[in-house]
Nanobody, 130 residues
Framework: QVQLVESGGGSVQAGGSLKLSCAAS????????WSWFRQVVGKERERVAT??????????DSVKGRATISGDNAKNTISLLTLQMNSLEPEDTAMYYC?????????????????????WGQGTQVTVSS
């Protein structure tokens, strides 16, 4: 089992920045794919950024150039996942979740859907005002 706890959300004005953190504990050595998702009430959960423990990163088009996902990658596992968000826009307002899962054959981490992720945090709210 892996436990994930997000922090760092808050309220900011458009153009501002936030750094979200996700502290991981438990059997993190077996995980491979790590992602940040976000969700607005009434809408589907959207992938924001993905990192695998080989260091590959991918981003949603909506945040490219404004977001950076990183992990501490100690001993090929992650105990702290972060998401730096800059130039925030009101459209970035959402609950942000971190998620983790194991590697799957013939499936890139960027292709994982929310249903593919076994481990989730409780979320941290980001609100961007115009």
């Amino acid at each position: 089992q892996v436990q994930l706890v997000e922090s760092g959300g808050g309220s900011v004005q458009a153009g501002g920045s936030l750094k979200l953190s996700c502290a991981a504990s438990g059997d993190t050595y077996s995980t491979y794919c790590w992602s940040w998702f976000r969700q607005v009430v009434g809408k589907e959960r959207e992938r924001v950024a993905t990192l695998d423990t080989d260091g590959r990163t991918t981003y949603a088009d909506s945040v490219k150039g404004r977001a950076t996902i990183s992990g501490d990658n100690a001993k090929n596992t992650i105990s702290l996942l972060t998401l730096q968000m800059n130039s925030l826009e009101p459209e970035d307002t959402a609950m942000y979740y971190c998620a983790a899962d194991h590697a799957r054959l013939a499936l890139m981490c960027s292709d994982y859907t929310p249903a593919d992720y076994r481990y989730w945090g409780q979320g941290t709210q980001v609100t961007v005002s115009s």
